[in-house]
């Protein structure tokens, strides 16, 4: 079968350096007190035919479940006094480049801030040079087969988006290949099953997730491409969870759980290969003063940390701290030899003091090869 490409091609890339997401619980009623969604549908390359009926089915869900939906495609609404007035940004099968330099800015103040985004189909066929989108909306496009029937896998079914899908879902849509697999920095809800339909070529084929971001909320769902998936019930319910999770209704902000590998700036540490490991990889090579940065995750608030660790080294010290590598220290965990680096145990802490930046992991102990981290988690 025929595999067609996007007319705007590939431009740049970015690594994928997202936290998951995981673990939420039904805020009270008073949380879901009327709140307004901004749609944005702006086109910069292929435009969908089913636009129009995205925008009308979420004006619909809006009127059903206590919101109220701006669309637009004026990119001028994305400064920061106008994107204050919403809860969540929703881009409609957006394509290209659509928003300039000022404009990007406010958008990432506005989720560092703790906004809502959701993508939408095309919304990972967007802003190819502006990496933080790349990491917000969690993989960019590659390419895609023609529309066919697909068996989709529900992973996670306590999400607001999934809770009303059984472990299966069959449905008929356009089923993008992405770029990277954004497992690793993702909380994935849904797979495709790559051996019901043909022109998958991922393997580990994600199609729907969410994951945290700054203090904001970050989900995005493959589907979308038919003007009939906007009058599927099982899909609508999908869309509203979205909305209602970016939104943050329905859910609380959650324990973020990030990758160690995911790492947006460091000092002397390397991504290491471990098959035991989440997601194939570590945080590894591990040496006293090396240090590893997260600008992903912001420390404000936060009162817990637990990593998995592994090592046949020397073990050492994690500290936490907040803003730079030389912050603040939040507090300090001890990790013990394990007896091998395919050995896996949990160290954990609590914190101290006042976080209010970006998360900085600083690392020492004897000499030589120290420990290597899977992941860890903040709550």
Do not use: C
Not at 277 to 301: E, F, K, M, P, R
Request: hydrophobic content about 35%; aromatic content about 10%; charged content about 10%.
């Amino acid at each position: 079968m025929t595999t067609f490409t996007r007319r705007e091609g590939l431009v740049g890339g970015a690594l994928l350096l997202v936290g998951s997401a995981i673990g939420w619980q039904p805020l009270t009623a008073s949380a879901a007190a009327p709140y307004q969604v901004l749609v944005f549908s702006k086109t910069a390359g292929f435009r969908h035919d089913s636009i129009p009926a995205g925008i009308q089915a979420i004006r619909d869900l809006g009127a059903a479940n206590g919101f109220t939906v701006t669309a637009t495609e004026d990119s001028a609404v994305f400064n920061t006094s106008q994107l204050a007035a919403y809860k969540a940004v929703v881009f409609l099968s957006t394509t290209g480049d659509v928003l300039n330099a000022t404009q990007q800015t406010a958008f990432e103040t506005y989720i560092n801030g703790g906004g809502g985004y959701v993508g939408v189909h095309a919304a990972a066929d967007t802003e190819y040079d502006w990496p933080y989108y790349g990491t917000l909306v969690g993989a960019w496009f590659h390419s895609h087969p023609a529309i066919q029937q697909v068996t989709a896998r529900v992973e996670d079914r306590t999400h607001l988006s999934t809770s009303h899908l059984g472990t299966t879902w069959v449905r008929t849509d356009e089923l993008y290949n992405y770029r990277t697999n954004p497992r690793p920095n993702v909380h994935v809800l849904i797979n495709l099953d790559e051996s019901t339909y043909t022109g998958g070529n991922m393997g580990d084929h994600p199609i729907a997730w969410y994951h945290a971001q700054g203090s904001g909320r970050s989900f995005y769902t493959g589907f979308g491409h038919t003007i009939e998936s906007y009058s599927d019930q099982a899909f609508r319910k999908h869309l509203l969870g979205g909305i209602q999770y970016a939104a943050g209704v329905g859910a609380t902000p959650p324990v973020t759980s990030i990758e160690g590998e995911a790492f947006t700036s460091q000092s002397g540490v390397q991504v290491a290969g471990h098959g035991g490991a989440s997601g194939g990889q570590t945080l590894g090579y591990i040496d006293n003063g090396d240090w590893a940065g997260y600008s992903q995750v912001n420390t404000a608030g936060k009162t817990s940390f637990s990593a998995r660790i592994s090592s046949g080294g020397a073990g050492g010290t994690i500290r936490i701290r907040s803003g730079s590598a030389t912050g603040t220290v939040l507090g300090t965990v001890a990790v013990p030899v394990t007896g091998g680096w395919d050995n896996f145990q949990t160290v954990s802490t609590t914190l101290s003091g006042s976080g209010s930046g970006p998360l900085f992991l600083t690392f020492s102990g004897g000499s030589g090869a120290l420990f290597d981290i899977d992941t860890f988690t903040l709550s």
